[in-house]
Structure formats: structure tokens, C-alpha cells
């Protein structure tokens, strides 16, 4: 085989096409980006970086990053180099020596990179709409997970036999095998026994320093209201002048937090922007966002998002600092704990547990109203995690052969998602319950969602986004600070608070936790346009043999008759599902 199988390819017009590299391969193999690649190669490695990889250790984020670190790292130790490296990025290792090909991703899986074997021939690239789709074939698995997560987990896709690089991830191709993967960041949790208030100074330095990073000169952040798009709006008030921040506002006060956003916008004298969002934007928009994305994404406030980023580029910015990861690595969520509650069951004796379930588990206390709530309590604490994390899942509220078509059915495993989250789950290096939702959150909610969410819409709208909480150094840091101080009982981010307290309003850290969501059943159930465009959407979705038409029918039933809000999110993932499929012709 000759020197030139190695060739960096392009699809369309935008994509990027690289130099040839000098690697002896039997597999032909083709990258396709549509961004520029950072190469290096010497006599034993080819190394291709996508995105910005640097030394680990803030104090050296100046010295020679991306592929001439990686190279050099793997020069002197093959298999000791991960730890020595942070950043957000996808490499692509060529091994000369072992002739095999590794593929790993950033601690937080910030970037996609998918990669298959069709014909026998390795495509790696970092956007589906490049690869050549007259030879993919629709993904039964992929949609099932998609109504199952709202989004795709990685590493399944919505195409047979193209699969994602999941978040701190290693997958190693060899000449003639089947890829093999390996989680390659899995934190060790060693709790600091230093004192409250150096930990917190230390908490608030590597924010400080993270968001330094990411700073550009026309640099703008998210500002929501919660603490923390408003701790990184802070940072980048205090080393730039006059910094602009954006939220988006609604006229259902359930939804509208626009308010603590002008407080924090006032204390720390940011330039800020409100857009106050109404139905003509989603309406006008709804088919180009369902289709900008590689595959299905179910997570309505992806809307938000984009508006949010198009109003801060009208007024100048091309870099917007997003407080993303910051729930997930210091406990902000309310389901945190909400587990724990649970968990008091699970940990207690045994015979406690069977005895409170023979009192109360199908027996006439358990009909009255005090028992009542005492059995379902048992009920949901048996379920055990991660599966009691799902319990509200549309997938688990109705009967799946009542939701699909009985021919689809036939070819998924409806448990996959299931075993999935359980393999994240147990992958955790903590018994701590609470370590191991977050650890299954850096992947399912960050990873899988809340970044592609973020990062697909500021790019559709021409803005490059950020994720300074989530630099390895703080997410690693946060794994130094005990699980109890982390959630206090039922005091949510206890010690992220405590490192805030006095650089935030008092009224932050106090407030409820809301975010950029979307008020789409609502505005469904106010505009017959939107609900012209829903039902038309549903109807072509169920004549293609995967959702009954009778579920579908029930569903809007549901939405008009119960809870619009609950019901709104389940008509928003199937709409999606019908519109990202007639943006690709099929």
C-alpha cells in the first residue's frame, strides 16, 4: 500500500481540504472537517487536534499547545500523556509503531467527532452533513433513543453503523478489528481537608483564570440570572470594561427570570441587552433550527438559545461565555436532591426496608392517605439510580407497544438507553451517589445535550461560544470538595455558594432556578399558526411507521385537555423528529 492512503477530503464547498500525510495504512481513510485542523507527525506518530488542546495547569496555557504538544507528550510517554493535557478538542492519534489509529475527546466530550468503517474505508468527521448520504441508512436505535433522551447519547447516532466519540473517551482501530473504546477521564475523588475558605478562594481563582482564558475583544456572556451564567458574567465585568451580557425574556412569568438578570447586570455594571422572545420567532424559525442540527435534538430551549446569540451578534459580538457545567459539577440540580431522599431508604437496614414495605405496600394502610404517600415513596426508592432518574420519562409513562409501531419495536432494544446510563453510572470513581449522577450528567446532560444544544445555535446564528466552568482544572477541582458540602441535605450547591457569597447579590444566591427554557406548550395552545404547524408536522410523522397514529392523536388530546406545559414537551420532541427528517429528503 502507498504513502498517500491518509487523505484529509472534502464534501462540499465549506469543508476544509488538508494535506496528504505519509502514513502506511491498509484502510483508506479520509477526515472531513469543515474547520481548519492542527497537524504534526515525526518518525513513530501522526497527530490531527480538532478545537484548541493545551497544557494542563492554567499558569501554562501559553506554552506550545495542540498537535506539537500532543506529540511531544506522546514522545515521552505513550500512555501517560491524558492527564498532562486540558482544553476542548477531539484528537485523532495515528500510531506508526502498534499500526493502529486512536480517537479521544476532551474530559467533557465538548465536540463531536464520529467516526465509521462503511466499506471498509475510516471517515472521520466532526459534522454528518458531510459524509455521503446516499450510502447511510436511518438508525431505528438512534430514533428510539432519541424520544428516550430528546437527544441522540453518543456513542449510538441516528445513522447504521456511524457511531460518536462519547466524552473522555478513547477508541482504538486497528488494521482488520472492530473499534474497542475505553473511558480514559475518570477523575479520582481525593476530598480536601483544607479549610473552608481557602477552598473557596481557590474556587473562585481557577473560575477567575478559566474565564481570562476565554476572553476575546468582542467578548460578550449568557446572563440568565441564575449563579452560574452570573458568577461568569462577573469575571468578565471585572477584567473587561463595560462587559455586555444578554438574556432572554417571556411574557409568562413562569418562565421569565429577566429580572435577576438586571440585577446582576447592575451590580456589577455590565451593558446589558434583554430580548423579551414571543411565538413569531419560533414559528419563523422552527424548521431551519430542527434542521441545523447533525441529528434530532429534541431540547426546546435550543430556540432561546439561537435568539439569544442572533440579539447579542446585532450588537457586536463574535464570542459569547456560556455558564453551562456549573449544576453539574457543584450539585445545582434539583433532582440531586431529591435522590437523596430517596437514597435514606436504600441505605437504611434491611429488615427496616421490609418492614416498612410490609406495612404499607399493597396492604389497607397503604390506601389511605398518609400510607399512600409512604408506598409510592417505597415504590420510587426500589427503583434504585440511575433508572429512578427517568421515572417522568414520556417512555416510562406509557406502554411502548401503545406509543410505537409494532414493526419498529421489533428492531430496537428498548432497554439500551437503560444500560447506558446504568454503564455511566457504575463507571464513576465514588460510591457516593451523588458523585455518580454528576459524573452521568458531565455525559447525558452536558456532553450528549446542553453543549450541542449550545454550540450548534451560537454557531447557526455566526458566534463562537465558550464553557469556562467546564475547563478540566475546575472540573477536577470540584472532585476535591466533599459530596455532603457539595449538597448540604437539601441545599443545592452548598459550597458554590459559600465561594460566591459576597461577589454575587444575596438575591442570586436565593433565587429559583430557571434558565433559558421555553414556554412552547403554552404558546402552542395561544397561536393557531403554531398549532397549524404542529399538527401538520404530526400528521406526516404518523404516517411513517413509527409512532401509531393513535399515540400521536392522544398526545395533542393530552396537550389541550391536561397539562400543557408536560404535553408541550412531548409534541416539541416528535415535531422535531418529523422536521429534522424532511430537512434531509426523507
Known sequence: ????????????????????????????????????????????????????????????????????????????????????????????????????????????????????LLQDKLTLTDNLNLLDHSMLELNPQGIFNYCFYHCIAAPTTIYNQIYKLAAGECVTISQDGEPEAQLIYRPEYHYSKAPSAQLNERCLSLIAQAVNSHVTPQCGAFLSGGLDSSTVAGMLAKGTEQAKTFSIGFDSPQY???????????????????????????????????????????????????????????HGVTTLLAGDGGDEIFAGNERYAKQGVFEVFNQSPKFIQGLLEGLFC???????????????????????????????????????????????????????????????????????????MLFLDWKFTLADNDLVKVTKMCEMAGVEVRYPLLEKELVDFSCQIKDSDKLQGQKLRHFFKGAVKGFLPDATLTKEKHGFGLPFGLWMSESDELMTLAQEALFSLSQRSIFKPEFIELALSKHQSEHAGYYGELIWILVILELWLQSRGL
Request: net charge negative; glycine share 6%; hydrophobic share 40%.
Open 1 to 116: 500500500m502507498n504513502e498517500d492512503t491518509l487523505v484529509a477530503a472534502s464534501q462540499n464547498k465549506q469543508a476544509k481540504q488538508n494535506n496528504e500525510l505519509n502514513f502506511d495504512w491498509q484502510r483508506p481513510v479520509s477526515i472531513l472537517s469543515t474547520n481548519e485542523l492542527d497537524m504534526a507527525q515525526n518518525e513513530n506518530f501522526v497527530v490531527v487536534v480538532y478545537g484548541e488542546l493545551r497544557r494542563y495547569g492554567f499558569e501554562g496555557c501559553t506554552d506550545v499547545a495542540g498537535a506539537s504538544l500532543l506529540l511531544e507528550l506522546l514522545s515521552v510517554a505513550d500512555e501517560g500523556y491524558y492527564p498532562k493535557i486540558a482544553g476542548f478538542f477531539n484528537a485523532i492519534i495515528f500510531s506508526k509503531q502498534q499500526q493502529d489509529i486512536k480517537l479521544i475527546s476532551d474530559h467533557i466530550g465538548s465536540k463531536p467527532l464520529y467516526y465509521s
Open 362 to 436: 399493597n396492604t389497607p394502610l397503604g390506601n389511605i392517605s398518609l400510607g399512600s404517600k409512604a408506598a409510592s415513596y417505597i415504590s420510587q426508592a426500589k427503583l434504585g439510580l440511575p433508572d429512578r432518574l427517568d421515572s417522568y420519562n414520556f417512555l416510562n409513562r406509557f406502554a411502548l407497544d401503545e406509543m410505537f409501531c409494532a414493526d419498529f419495536l421489533a428492531q430496537v432494544d428498548p432497554m439500551l438507553p437503560v444500560k447506558q446510563k446504568r454503564e455511566r453510572y457504575e463507571q464513576a470513581g465514588s460510591d457516593s451517589h451523588i458523585e455518580r
Open 256 to 314: 421569565d427570570e429577566s429580572a435577576y438578570a438586571r440585577l446582576t447586570a447592575e451590580h456589577f455594571s455590565t451593558k446589558h441587552f434583554t430580548h423579551v422572545m414571543q411565538p413569531d420567532v419560533l414559528i419563523d424559525n422552527f424548521k431551519q433550527v430542527a434542521g441545523y442540527f447533525d441529528q434530532p435534538f429534541g431540547n426546546s430551549s435550543a430556540m432561546a438559545a439561537y435568539c439569544c446569540a442572533m440579539f447579542a451578534k446585532s
